[in-house]
């Protein structure tokens, strides 16, 4: 989402850093490029202006002018302040000291409201959290139904009572049976409108008296641009909520939402939808998008997805194989899927700070298809084949070719890289370190993923 941006911004700021010293006319010129940026972003106008405001007021202080290093002063700055105008630094739920805690979700049709509530369930369940979701939306064809369906995928239990029952008789009972089960939290799924009016406020204002919620989120579609900023600014007049849900970030869309709902309301947005799957869901932490922006990377992020997929045992297991020399085509298939599990490579490649200065990754996709190739090849081999593969000749080439449904190249590559792919891990676990030739080598002839020009 923040791709256009992030390009604009890091090109500013790299002519920054070029100037030894920096005159106000070159921070006039970098302010202009930065509102620029911004404005064809879709960040609020009004946020615009005060933010380029402060910036330029800050970059004109002793602390840039001064400075040995002006050029890193101005990019730490407005790494401070993007993260500021973001929320600053991220905030939690607020839990229930005892009892169920309740979390009321708001938000207008086609906003996504529905997965988020699913997505937060499996997120808060991830967390050992025994969540229950209520189905208070009636009106919406399907709505019951949509809901009983992702939340049991969510590993959540699912209260419903169909729609003939007013919603606030279904959230005082779904609240009643988290607690007769001791459940340690309720997510309350409320009807959406296609636009914010008076009945939508009121049927929401008497579930919050009935339920007391500890936290009412609201979830805003990021595609929607100033418009989402619009309908949380509604929201925010007429029902006060503590928190957004930013769904739809991975779309297309400019981020000017993102960038302008925390100063436009004054709340912060706590979660992020990143994808289709249950599992693209996460906490917003302003500072690390802050980082992604200018080509920081987020490496915090990456460290935490990686904990949540590895599995520490195989982690043991696996280092015991590479000391013995004992790694396996099985071994690889699994660290492949485990990395997959993930997210998409892309978004892991944009967690990797300067990569995304990096020419060839630059408006670049990964197409993962050849990793299902991979994924395919090692599949139609025997546990023999895996375990050996010096053992597969020519004719088990092409049977392997033919169950996979690829070519014998493409056998052959695959067994190339691998055999490359263990000699360089016999290096690394002898202390002999990795010759960079070798290493260039070894990426010339693997079936990487291809990287597709947008």
């Known amino acids: 989402m923040f791709d256009q941006l992030s390009d604009r911004l890091q090109a500013t700021l790299s002519e920054v850093r070029s100037r030894g010293k920096l005159s106000e006319s070159d921070v006039?010129?970098?302010?202009?490029?930065?509102?620029?940026?911004?404005?064809?972003?879709?960040?609020?106008f009004k946020v615009v202006k005060g933010f380029t405001a402060t910036l330029k007021e800050r970059c004109l202080g002793s602390e840039v002018l001064e400075s040995l290093d002006p050029g890193q002063q101005v990019v730490k700055i407005v790494n401070e302040e993007l993260t500021g105008l973001m929320g600053g630094t991220g905030r939690d739920l607020a839990y229930a000291s005892s009892g169920p805690t309740v979390i009321l979700m708001a938000g207008l049709q086609g906003s996504g409201k529905t997965t988020a509530c699913a997505k937060l369930a499996r997120h808060l369940g991830q967390d050992g959290k025994d969540v229950a979701l209520a189905a208070c939306d009636v009106y919406r064809p399907a709505a019951v139904e949509q809901l009983v369906t992702v939340g049991e995928r969510a590993g959540a239990h699912v209260?419903?009572?169909?729609?003939?029952?007013?919603?606030?008789?279904?959230?005082?009972?779904?609240?009643?049976?988290?607690?007769?089960?001791?459940?340690?939290?309720?997510?309350?799924d409320t009807a959406g409108r296609l636009h914010v009016d008076e009945e939508l406020m009121d049927e929401l204002s008497r579930i919050r008296k009935r339920v007391k919620p500890h936290d009412v989120l609201l979830?805003?579609?990021a595609m929607t641009g100033q418009d989402a900023v619009g309908v949380a600014e509604a929201f925010a007049g007429a029902a006060e909520f503590d928190g957004v849900v930013m769904s739809?970030?991975?779309?297309?869309?400019r981020g000017g939402a993102a960038l302008s709902v925390k100063a436009v309301t004054g709340k912060p947005i706590l979660f992020a939808s990143t994808g289709e799957k249950l599992e693209d869901f996460d906490r917003f932490h302003p500072e690390r998008m802050a980082s992604r922006i200018l080509g920081?990377?987020?490496?915090?992020?990456?460290?935490?997805?990686?904990?949540?997929?590895?599995?520490?045992?195989q982690a043991i297991d696996l280092q015991e194989k590479l000391k013995k020399d004992q790694f396996t085509l099985e071994d690889f298939l699994q660290q492949m899927r485990q990395v997959r599990k993930m997210g998409p490579l892309s978004g892991l490649l944009g967690m990797l700070?300067?990569?995304?200065?990096?020419?060839?990754?630059k408006n670049a996709d990964v197409d993962e298809g050849e990793l299902d190739r991979v994924e395919a090849i090692i599949l139609s081999m025997t546990p023999e084949e895996r375990a050996n593969p010096a053992?597969?000749?020519?004719?088990?080439?092409?049977?392997?070719?033919?169950g996979s449904g690829t070519r014998v190249q493409h056998v052959n590559q695959l067994v190339k890289q691998f055999d490359q792919m263990r000699k360089l891990m016999r290096q690394m676990v002898s202390g002999k370190g990795v010759d960079p030739q070798q290493l260039a080598r070894m990426a010339a002839g693997s079936p990487r993923p291809k990287v597709r020009r947008r």
């Open 248 to 253: 739809k970030l991975d779309g297309d869309a």
């Open 28 to 44: 006039d010129a970098a302010m202009r490029e930065i509102r620029l940026a911004l404005l064809e972003a879709d960040v609020n």
């Open 391 to 402: 053992t597969i000749n020519g004719s088990r080439r092409k049977r392997i070719a033919n």
């Open 353 to 361: 700070p300067g990569m995304g200065a990096l020419k060839q990754l």
């Open 159 to 188: 209260y419903e009572q169909g729609t003939d029952r007013d919603p606030v008789e279904i959230a005082a009972w779904a609240l009643e049976r988290a607690r007769e089960e001791v459940r340690d939290v309720l997510i309350v």
């Open 219 to 221: 979830v805003v579609d």
């Open 296 to 313: 920081m990377g987020d490496v915090l992020s990456l460290i935490e997805k990686a904990e949540q997929q590895v599995d520490e045992q």
